[in-house]
Each structure stands twice: as structure tokens, then as C-alpha cells.
């Protein structure tokens, strides 16, 4: 039964789910895992790999992180929950065992980790009872039916617009790849023999980088024994992203109360796309979760570990008044610690917009309450300290590029020669278009202000602030290669959940029948189809000038759908006096098309997949088959420490200046290379020149052609003998070795492009 008060201000499900079978209860999980795998399988990801890769996130993950979750919050709310926050639970204590293991040149021993939870649990009697516990709630079918279509929908997505067009092995040389996806998977082979990272490109040089979500790739190849690039081109992305999507929706439920709100934040995260209409992969100032799910898989692993975070911080700070879950207890407190650490390097723009959102609630609650929130301070001053460790430690005050420079984002988009009154008309033009291209589903936001009058309890700050500080730490700083875009995705986070709020509060109000709601989800399906049928008909490619005219087709069809929703509102009455079922309900329905107004966004990237591979606008670059091949062959032949050295450092060479981002070998061979590309090292991110900025070290850079161009036994054992060099791998369509190489050093492997030499 779901009972809602009169208010609209609580709701909760409590029916025993003993009076269900099990397979009836389980059936929206089983499902959607069943349509995950179709997608791996039908993509040519061995039935085996998929086996492994369960059983590992089922012992290694789940079930360690539920027992220690259960041990910390203080009682049952739902069975979901408790598996959903323990898998995010799981992968923090994952990461310490990580670096335990790592640090004692023991990754092997890895999987040995759920053991230090398991048998306490099992021995002391105490801990025992959290093996089986009863709940009292259960998640609503339709909920677990709409959550699982949400994860469904995005399989489809993933593999549409990744897994289809992304074998884990190239099998020709014509394969076209995004240019981020070698250098992360060199971070992710690091990570199984290393802690902390190196850059893999530049032996010896540290990675101050947010490298945590690369330590568990490397975790969940060590411990499932599946070979890395199938965990990274095929079953890390969708397992994240599937988990993701579930937190949302139990995060969501837990902090309003509301199980729909949760689901309807999973959809505006994971289903509805940005506002565009152009030809589908431009993404303008950056998306949400279109492409960058994929392209930057370290941004859904940090999402993991911040949606609970929301949830314990959202416990600290004050829960909402009427919502009856059960809280967390003093283990808030626990969670917050553990998913702050994790999130430290994780995602570098984590902990700044939570703390921010953090400081946002106390100065407000403080201008509210004339009190000092002792809470909420406190759990700013954790925030703080995880943000001094990240900066010292993490990232040795590396600034990586980002500096304070307002509107950068925006900037693209401006002509140059304009009068005054021209450009303020531009700049509110785009202004206006960022806000409906990144911001749009969060309409959410405004309806609920308007119904809580602006009197927002404290979580709602809280989720105000972090949805707020995103875009406006993006609009704040810029950097050479848009990353502060990862700011606005680290606020959706609080956004989504917000906005789906304020659609629950007008879905209470509206009080639809059963007949009412079915209306509503038909009709939303509907527009969402028509608007995507209109999409894909009428999208084209924009001019490059004006500078404006790419902002051009969403202003224009933004423009469109006002005046209809005008023309609408107009015959309102007259609608209403003929259907009076629609008297008091205007405001949900233009909220509800507002917020699928973006449901063509992720149909047009997966379209466009088609037609631009590997990121659309974005760089790609060639990786083919004989590279891949003798990468591998050293992978298979080498020990985790050997470094290697390649004659390939470019990945174009324009008027004599090497593009120096080249990163297949230590991303398919997984070992350090003496010099590869070095332009993603952290000392060069933000230089001048870009990625065309000059190795620093000049002296290691001649030892290392040398040993192709002109190799001498005393260079070639200075090699060895100094930075640890045990294999020249060389790529002869960029330069063929000397035939004197031949003399001194052993040809291992060969194909038609490369070969591999082992010093002797």
C-alpha cells in the first residue's frame, strides 16, 4: 500500500514483501541485468568474462559492502537500499584493500579481500544478525518496474553509442578510437601493480590526478580474473552506470520520502537528454551523462560514490520534517567520512561543490535560525579537510589547467566584432541557451520553491546549493580542455534529485487517479516520441559562423515549443470545461513536458554514433590491429615492473611540432613506457602551446630515439641499467629501427607494422 497524506508531504510503501513469491519480487532486477547482458553478448563479450565479472560483484562487492552498511545505518528501510548503498560501500572498502594489497607488491592476493568482512561477520555474533534482516517496506512494483526500464533504456544507449563501436581489441588497422579511452586504460594497467600511479607514459613521473576509479578497473580485473580491456570496453561502464542509476532512485526516495521522486531523478539522469536540437553529438557546453558516461568513465564511478554521500550528508544537515524512512543513525557520520575519502580521487570536482553546497545551507540556515548549524559545520569542516588532502596529496597543488576565468564556456560562442548593444543581446542569447541546453531538467527546482514558498527545509539547501555551485563553478573557471564541464555533472547529481522533487510535490497536489496516471505516462511517452521523431527528421549539421549560429537551432525550436505551450495555455479553459479532469492538473502536465523536452537528446548521440564513432566532435584517433597485437604480446611476455621504450610519441606532427598524445602502447600492454606521449603529464596540462608543448626532458628523450635511429650497446645499457628499459617496441610506419638492432637486442616479436626487442 502507498499511502500519501492530504498535504502531499509523505509517502512510503509498506507492504511485507513476504506475501510475494521470490521471483515475482526479484523480477524488475533480474530483468534489467538480463537486458544488460544481452547488450555484452550481442557485443561479443565472452559468456564467461560475464560470469566472472557477476560473481565478482557479487562476493568481492555487494556482499561485503551490505554487511558493513548494514552494521552502520541503524534500521532496515528497504532491501534495494541496503544492496544499492552496500555496492557503494562495497567499492570504498575495495579501494583500501587495493592499496594494501598494491602497497606490499601483493595485487594478486587481492581477491582474498572479502574475507577480512565476511568471517567477523560470520563469527562474531553480534555482526551476525546483519545476514538476515526483515523489512518492513518494500519497493513498489511500478518503482521497480519504471527503475529498471531506466537501466534497460541506457544499456541500449551504451551500446548504441560505445560498446558496438568499440572492440575490446581492435581487429583491423582501420579502427578509428575516442583519444581519452588508451590513455585511461594505461591508468587502469597501472593501477594493477602500482600505488600511487605514475604517469604510465613517463616512467617515473607521479600522477597527481584523480586516479581512484582506475584503481577499481584494476581491482575488478585482479579479483574476476576477466583480462582489463574487457573490463573497460565492456562491463565497467554499464555495471557503473547501472548501480549509478539505482542510487539515484533509492538516494532520491530516502531524502523526500517520495519512492516516485527517486525514480523520476533516475530519468532526468539517465533517460532524458540535453535540450539541443542540432545534429546530436556538437553537445554544445558539454552534457550531463551523454557520452561522457563512456568517455570519462571516472565521472559515473565518482557519481557512485557521491549520490550516498548525498544521502548521509543529507541525514547530517536535517532530514525533511515528514519523511518517515528510517534514518541513518550516528553511521551518517561513518558514511559521510568513508564517501568523502573516496571521493577525494575520485573526480577532482566532488568535494568542491559538496563543500560548497555545505557552506551554502549553513549561511542560510544560519540567516534563517539566527544559529550557528553545529552540524552542518561540522560536516563542512570533513568536507574541507578532504579537499586539503586531495590538494596537497592528491594533487600536489597541480592545478591542471584550471584557472579563474569567468565565462570561458560560454566565450566560444560570442563574435568578436560586435557594438555593445550586439553583443549584450548575444550574451543573454547564450546565456539562455546554456541554461536550457544543461539546465533544463531541473525545472523541477522552481515549481518547488513556488510550492514551499521558498521556505525550504534544510536537505532541500543542501541539494539547493550543490545543484547551484555546479554550473556556477563551470561558468567561474575555465580550462584548455573544457573539463570544468565535470563541475555542472557533479551538481546534476543534487539537481536531478531536486527537480524530481518538485515534480513529486505537483504530482501530490494533482492527486491523479489510476486513470489519470496512465493518461500521464502515455501522453509524456508520446511528446517524448514525437519530439525525438522531429529530431531525427529535421537535425542537420550548423554553420561554424556566425559564432552564435550553433546555439541557433535550440533557441529557435526553444522558441517553438513556448508559443505552443502558450497556444495551449490559451485554449486551457476551454479544455478544461470539456474535460474537467484536467481542472488544477495545467501545472503538472507543462512541467512534465518540460522535463522530457530533452528525451531526443540520447536517441541523436546514439544515432549519431553511426556516423561519427568514438566521440562525434571530439578527437579520435587511429588504433590498429598490429599496434594492439604486439602491445599485447609484451603484456602476455613482460613482468608488471619492465618498462618499455617506442619510438611513437605523436600523434600528429604538424610543421615539425609533435601533437605528443599518443598513449596505445601503455594502454594495451599495460607497463610504464620510458617516453610515450607525455602531454596529459600533470606538469604540462594548461601549457601554452597544448598538447605541442616540448618534452621537458630533453637529455631522456635522445637516449630514447637513439636506441631505434643510431642504437649503440653502451646507450642500450644505460637504458636498461638507469630507467629499468627491458623491451624497445617499435612502430616501423612511423620509422623503421636500425638493422643494427638486430645485433643488440633479441627481435621477440614482429607483424606487419611493429616489433618487439628485449635488451639483453
Keep these: ?127 551476525r544478525r546483519h545476514w538476515r534482516v526483515r523489512y518492513a517496506t518494500a519497493a513498489p512494483a511500478g518503482w ?93 561502464v554499464p555495471a557503473l552506470c547501472a548501480l549509478a542509476a539505482v542510487l539515484v532512485a533509492v538516494v532520491g526516495w530516502r531524502i523526500t520520502g517520495r519512492p516516485y521522486a527517486g525514480v523520476v531523478a533516475a530519468a532526468l539522469m539517465f533517460t532524458v537528454g540535453e535540450f539541443g536540437f542540432e545534429n546530436g553529438w556538437r553537445q554544445l557546453f558539454g552534457t550531463q551523462a551523454t557520452f561522457i558516461v563512456w568517455g570519462s568513465p571516472s565521472m559515473t564511478y565518482s557519481w557512485v560514490l557521491l549520490l550516498p554521500l548525498i544521502a548521509a550528508l543529507g541525514e547530517v544537515v536535517g532530514r525533511a520534517r515528514w519523511v518517515a524512512v528510517p534514518p541513518f543513525g550516528r553511521g551518517a557520520w561513518v558514511l559521510a567520512a568513508s564517501f568523502l575519502a573516496a571521493s577525494t580521487g575520485a573526480k577532482a ?52 589547467g584550471v584557472t579563474v576565468d569567468p565565462f570561458s564556456g560560454l566565450r566560444t560562442y560570442l563574435p568578436v566584432d560586435q557594438s555593445a548593444g550586439a553583443a549584450a ?38 541539494l539547493l546549493g550543490g545543484a547551484l555551485a555546479g554550473p556556477a563553478t563551470y561558468l567561474l573557471v575555465g580550462h584548455p580542455g573544457s573539463s570544468n564541464q565535470y563541475f555542472t555533472r557533479t551538481g546534476f547529481a543534487f ?81 478544461v470545461g470539456r474535460w474537467p479532469g484536467l481542472a488544477g492538473r495545467g501545472g503538472l502536465l507543462l512541467l512534465t513536458a518540460v522535463l522530457v523536452a530533452g528525451a531526443p537528446g540520447l536517441v541523436m548521440d546514439a544515432a549519431a554514433a553511426r556516423k ?35 619510438n611513437v610519441h605523436c600523434r600528429t606532427v604538424v610543421d615539425g611540432w609533435c601533437d605528443a598524445r599518443s598513449f596505445w602502447l601503455s594502454g594495451y600492454a599495460e607497463r610504464a613506457v620510458l617516453v610515450e606521449g607525455w602531454a596529459f603529464a600533470p606538469r604540462m596540462v594548461g601549457r601554452p602551446e597544448g598538447p605541442y608543448a616540448p618534452f621537458w626532458d630533453a637529455e631522456r628523450l635522445r637516449a630514447n630515439d637513439a636506441a631505434f635511429t643510431a642504437p649503440a650497446a653502451a646507450g642500450l645499457a644505460s637504458l636498461r641499467d638507469r630507467y629499468g628499459v627491458r623491451w624497445l617496441v617499435v612502430d616501423r610506419t612511423v620509422g623503421p629501427e636500425s638493422p643494427a638492432l638486430r645485433t643488440l637486442a633479441e627481435l621477440r616479436f614482429g607483424n606487419a607494422g611493429t616489433a618487439v626487442y628485449r635488451l639483453r
Excluded: K
Design 1 to 127: 500500500m502507498v499511502t500519501t497524506l492530504a498535504t502531499g508531504e509523505a509517502t512510503g510503501s509498506t507492504v511485507d514483501p513476504r506475501r510475494h513469491g521470490v521471483a515475482v519480487r526479484f523480477a524488475p532486477a533480474l530483468a534489467g541485468y538480463a537486458v544488460v547482458v544481452v547488450f555484452l553478448l550481442h557485443t561479443g563479450t565472452p559468456a564467461l568474462a560475464v560470469a566472472r565479472w557477476t560473481a565478482y560483484a557479487l562476493l568481492a562487492v555487494l556482499l561485503p559492502g551490505t554487511l558493513v552498511f548494514r552494521a552502520l545505518r541503524r534500521r532496515p528501510h528497504t532491501l534495494v537500499e541496503d544492496l544499492a548503498m552496500g555496492g557503494a560501500v562495497g567499492l570504498v572498502l575495495e579501494l583500501a584493500a587495493w592499496a594494501a594489497f598494491t602497497a606490499v607488491g601483493a595485487p594478486g592476493w587481492l581477491r582474498l579481500w572479502p574475507l577480512a568482512v565476511v568471517l567477523p561477520f560470520a563469527a562474531v555474533p553480534r555482526l
Design 144 to 236: 521497480a518496474w519504471s527503475l529498471a526500464a531506466v537501466v534497460a533504456g541506457f544499456a541500449g544507449y551504451l551500446h548504441a553509442s560505445f560498446l558496438a563501436v568499440n572492440p575490446v581489441l581492435p581487429t583491423d588497422e582501420g579502427q578509428a578510437q575516442y583519444l581519452d579511452l588508451a590513455f585511461q586504460l594505461s591508468l587502469a594497467g597501472a593501477a594493477t601493480h602500482q600505488v600511487p600511479l605514475d604517469v604510465p607514459q613517463v616512467a617515473g613521473e607521479p600522477l597527481h590526478y584523480h586516479w581512484f576509479g582506475f584503481a577499481h578497473l584494476a581491482a575488478t580485473s585482479l579479483v574476476s580474473g576477466v583480462d582489463l580491456p574487457t573490463v573497460f570496453f565492456r562491463l565497467a
Design 349 to 400: 570536482s566532488t568535494v568542491p561543490v559538496v563543500l560548497a553546497a555545505l557552506a551554502f545551507t549553513a549561511v542560510l540556515l544560519l540567516a534563517i535560525r539566527r544559529r550557528l548549524p553545529r552540524a552542518v559545520l561540522a560536516a563542512a569542516g570533513l568536507a574541507l579537510a578532504a579537499q586539503v588532502f586531495a590538494t596537497a596529496v592528491l594533487f600536489a597543488f597541480e592545478s591542471h
Design 425 to 462: 543581446v548575444t550574451w543573454v542569447a547564450v546565456g539562455l541557451a546554456f541554461l536550457l541546453s544543461l539546465q533544463l531538467r531541473l525545472a523541477g527546482v522552481l515549481a518547488l520553491l513556488r510550492v514551499r514558498r521558498w521556505r525550504l527545509e534544510a536537505v532541500q539547501l543542501f
Design 495 to 575: 539537481g536531478a534529485i531536486l527537480s524530481a522533487w518538485g515534480w513529486a510535490e505537483l504530482a501530490d497536489r494533482a492527486a491523479l487517479s489510476a486513470r489519470g496516471r496512465l493518461l500521464l505516462g502515455a501522453g509524456t511517452a508520446g511528446f517524448a516520441v514525437l519530439l525525438t521523431a522531429v529530431q531525427l527528421d529535421s537535425a542537420a549539421s550548423t554553420p561554424t559562423t556566425p559564432a552564435y549560429a550553433p546555439v541557433l537551432p535550440l533557441l529557435c525550436w526553444a522558441a517553438a515549443l513556448t508559443v505552443l505551450a502558450l497556444l495551449v495555455a490559451l485554449c486551457w479553459p476551454a479544455l
Design 612 to 646: 561519427h564513432p568514438n566521440g562525434g566532435a571530439y578527437a579520435v584517433v587511429p588504433m590498429p590491429a598490429s599496434r594492439v597485437e604486439a602491445a599485447r604480446w609484451v603484456n602476455a611476455h613482460s613482468d608488471p615492473d619492465d618498462v618499455l621504450a617506442t
